[in-house]
T-cell receptor
Framework: DTGVSQNPRHKITKRGQNVTFRCDPI?????LYWYRQTLGQGPEFLTY????????KSRLLSDRFSAERPKGSFSTLEIQRTEQGDSAMYLC?????????????FGQGTRLTVV | DAKTTQPPSMDCAEGRAANLPCNHSTISGNEYVYWYRQIHSQGPQYIIHGLKNNETNEMASLIITEDRKSSTLILPHATLRDTAVYYC?????????????FGGGTRLMVKP
């Protein structure tokens, strides 16, 4: 297994367009997380799945954001009507079930630029 | 989760030990200390975690003070590839998943 895979690595879009990112977690990991990171800041938690169930959503996840994990494997994060403030690195992570001491493995992220 | 305080940046000479401090004075008894690092243009990478005992693995050592109000991550022989932002995170170990709260971290620059 090559780790957490995210596609695309880079995305440039015009303001108002919709974008969708994909995350493929490590195959046996049933937990999947999305984070957002703006320049010079640490990552911020957005949402978390256990299998196909979305269990937590941050208040950062506005109505324009939606995440799915339909079969408990890969996940997609869609942003509708993008705004310039959505420009950031979107990171996906996965982990095994268990206590929070289980380490999270991060992908390399998708860098979104809204022009 | 308890808040952490880290210096914004540090330098270290290649081959020397890098000692990265973290203050977590409001830590609770059931909260663990985690360290992750983020190399430029990559996602964060887990390094080590501990509760109250010192811990060591192939990457680093973690020293937690007896009162648990601070800790130090030690990279024993820093290399240029250790240049990264290092995040100290404190959180409860439960089954609620890895919803990590990252602060600003310490930008470690390893110099030749």
């Amino acid at each position: 297994d090559t780790g957490v895979s995210q596609n695309p690595r880079h995305k440039i879009t015009k303001r108002g367009q919709n974008v969708t990112f994909r995350c493929d977690p490590i195959s046996e990991h049933n937990r999947l997380y999305w984070y957002r990171q703006t320049l010079g800041q640490g990552p911020e938690f957005l949402t978390y799945f256990q299998n196909e169930a979305q269990l937590e959503k941050s208040r950062l996840l506005s109505d324009r954001f939606s995440a799915e994990r339909p079969k408990g494997s890969f996940s997609t994060l869609e942003i509708q009507r993008t705004e310039q403030g959505d420009s950031a690195m979107y990171l996906c992570a996965s982990s095994l079930d268990g206590p929070a001491t289980t380490e999270a493995f991060f992908g390399q992220g998708t860098r979104l630029t809204v022009v | 989760d308890a808040k952490t305080t880290q210096p914004p940046s540090m330098d270290c000479a290649e081959g020397r030990a890098a000692n990265l401090p973290c203050n977590h004075s409001t830590i609770s008894g059931n909260e663990y200390v985690y360290w992750y690092r983020q190399i430029h243009s990559q996602g964060p990478q887990y390094i080590i975690h501990g509760l109250k005992n010192n811990e060591t693995n192939e990457m680093a050592s973690l020293i937690i003070t007896e009162d648990r109000k601070s800790s130090t991550l030690i990279l024993p022989h820093a290399t240029l590839r250790d240049t990264a932002v290092y995040y100290c995170i404190v959180r409860v170990a439960n089954n609620a998943g890895n919803m990590l709260t990252f602060g600003g971290g310490t930008r470690l620059m390893v110099k030749p």
